[in-house]
């Protein structure tokens, strides 16, 4: 009996094991399927900043994680907005910075990820930190930007969440944004 119930619980232990790393190595292989979304009304004025807005969209056939950062500032990324401005016009830059000291506990700031199931999307509006000085017309795209962290914060996500994250950085279409006096 002793020699039964030794042997069932080594049964139990591989299998369990087993299911154990085909869940991570199922979690690893997958690879979230975004695109980034971007609109604006299309047209602005000289001195204002353009209010584009921009969304992530799960196009894929798995949920995945994102940030809930909107305008990229600090290590969780968030949303950039690129703005070209046409030949022999003026801009006013712009940056945001975010500062934290210490370590980061990666996997208490992933409580607040927000999960896209597939076709769902997450995103907001935002003023550019670039501000057109000249008429014209400006090609405007939007980044995602991922998480700014180490492989091994990487790893942490990679197996310690039952979704991936979306690690890559996602370059939306360009639009164009008409700037008038």
Known sequence: MRRTLFRFAIICVILSSRATTQSQQTNEGLKPNAEVLISSEGRSRVNEPLKITLQVENV???PFYVTPAVQV???LGGFEVVVVAPTGASVRGGAAAGDFAGRIDIMEDAKRFVLLAPGAMYGGTIATLTVPMSPGTYRV???RIPLLVS???KEKLRSGLPF???LDLVESKPI???VTE
Do not use: D, R
């Open 151 to 153: 492989e091994s914060a």
């Open 164 to 166: 991936p994250v979306l």
């Open 73 to 75: 500032f600090n290590y």
């Open 141 to 143: 795209v939007g980044k």
């Open 176 to 178: 164009a944004v008409t």
């Open 60 to 62: 894929g056939k798995i």
